[in-house]
């Protein structure tokens, strides 16, 4: 997967609190979940992701998902800005 898409956004929201908003209020083009994240916390983004129709797609680690972002730390989930 290459995380160039993410890297390139020019929006994005980091984190899980952040996502799960953006895709309530219909923001979210596309969404990333860390295959090496806890179910538990990710599964609020995954549920609403499916309900919403948001396109969601796992990436290999949460340390790949933050570096992508530009972030110094893990990062479970993030999403693309429309």
């Given at each position: 997967m290459s995380y160039h898409r993410i890297a390139d956004?020019?929006?994005?929201?980091?984190?899980v609190k952040a996502t799960v908003k953006a895709i309530s209020a219909e923001l979210v083009?596309?969404?990333?979940?860390?295959?090496?994240?806890?179910?538990?916390v990710t599964k609020q983004v995954i549920d609403i992701a499916k309900r919403k129709r948001t396109p969601l797609t796992t990436v290999s680690s949460m340390r790949k998902l933050g570096k992508a972002c530009g972030i110094e730390v893990n990062a479970a989930a993030v999403a693309i800005k429309k």
């Open positions: 956004a020019s929006e994005r929201y980091v984190g083009e596309k969404v990333y979940i860390a295959a090496d994240a806890d179910v538990l």
